[in-house]
């Protein structure tokens, strides 16, 4: 079979937000901005990453069609790091129950959630959140947690991580439908 075509050179590049800074170093990648500071590792990956008048590009030489899609994952990744620092990550979960009413306690200050009475039962699941996500009741709907970082991974890791504490067990999940559930996920609107 006829090799794949390789590409000599493929570029892809985003700009910098104002009032965010970046810096790359070997593939190295720290952005801060008014949220904080975000760090991410590209050294796994076989591109060129480096900074030019008021944008970042990421370049790869010599790959196939599948490792050109590399490229725009790594800038999906950097621009999920900008709007994180501008603007935080916010995950909506709803407590759905049909008869026995699931009740969550925010504990250490937002770093802990604990469910209580999921299907009548005793146990009480506690819940950490990773580092530098916060979790709170919704002060407009009742039943909905509203979890919030700056960092998109670990933001969606303690929404699932809360998710996968309330699985029902043993019975027809078509049926028992409680639970807690990411109901809508994007960057805070201000």
Same mark, same amino acid.
Request: glycine share 6%.
């Given at each position: 079979?006829?090799?794949? #075509?390789?590409?000599?050179?493929?570029? &892809?590049? /985003?700009?910098?937000?104002?009032?965010?800074?970046?810096? !790359?170093?070997?593939?190295?990648?720290?952005?801060?901005?008014?949220? $904080?500071?975000?760090?991410?590792?590209?050294?796994? %990956?076989?591109?060129? %990453?480096?900074?030019?008048? $008021?944008?970042?590009?990421?370049? *790869? @030489?010599?790959?196939?069609?599948?490792?050109?899609?590399?490229?725009?994952? +790594?800038?999906?990744?950097?621009?999920?790091?900008?709007? $994180?620092?501008?603007?935080?990550?916010?995950?909506? *979960?709803? %407590?759905? @129950?049909?008869?026995?009413? /699931?009740?969550?306690?925010?504990?250490?200050?937002?770093?802990?959630?604990?469910?209580?009475?999921?299907?009548? &039962?005793?146990?009480?699941?506690?819940?950490? #959140?990773?580092?530098?996500?916060?979790? &709170?009741?919704?002060?407009?709907?009742?039943?909905?947690?509203?979890?919030? $970082?700056?960092? /998109?991974?670990?933001?969606?890791?303690?929404?699932? %991580?809360?998710?996968?504490?309330?699985? +029902?067990?043993?019975?027809? !999940?078509?049926?028992?439908?409680?639970?807690?559930?990411?109901?809508?996920?994007?960057?805070?609107?201000?």
């Amino acid at each position: 079979p006829r090799a794949a #075509m390789k590409t000599l050179v493929q570029q &892809e590049s /985003i700009k910098i937000p104002k009032g965010v800074k970046i810096s !790359i170093k070997s593939k190295q990648v720290e952005v801060s901005g008014k949220h $904080g500071t975000l760090k991410r590792d590209f050294k796994h %990956l076989p591109i060129e %990453l480096y900074r030019c008048s $008021g944008e970042v590009r990421a370049k *790869m @030489y010599f790959a196939k069609s599948k490792q050109l899609s590399m490229l725009r994952t +790594v800038c999906s990744h950097i621009n999920n790091l900008f709007e $994180g620092v501008e603007k935080k990550f916010q995950y909506k *979960m709803r %407590l759905v @129950y049909a008869h026995f009413p /699931i009740n969550a306690t925010i504990t250490n200050g937002g770093a802990t959630v604990e469910l209580r009475n999921f299907l009548g &039962e005793k146990r009480v699941r506690v819940v950490n #959140m990773l580092p530098g996500v916060k979790v &709170e009741k919704s002060s407009s709907t009742k039943d909905e947690l509203v979890i919030t $970082g700056a960092d /998109i991974d670990t933001t969606s890791r303690s929404a699932a %991580l809360i998710r996968q504490s309330c699985l +029902v067990k043993h019975k027809d !999940i078509r049926k028992f439908l409680d639970g807690v559930y990411v109901s809508e996920h994007g960057v805070i609107e201000d």
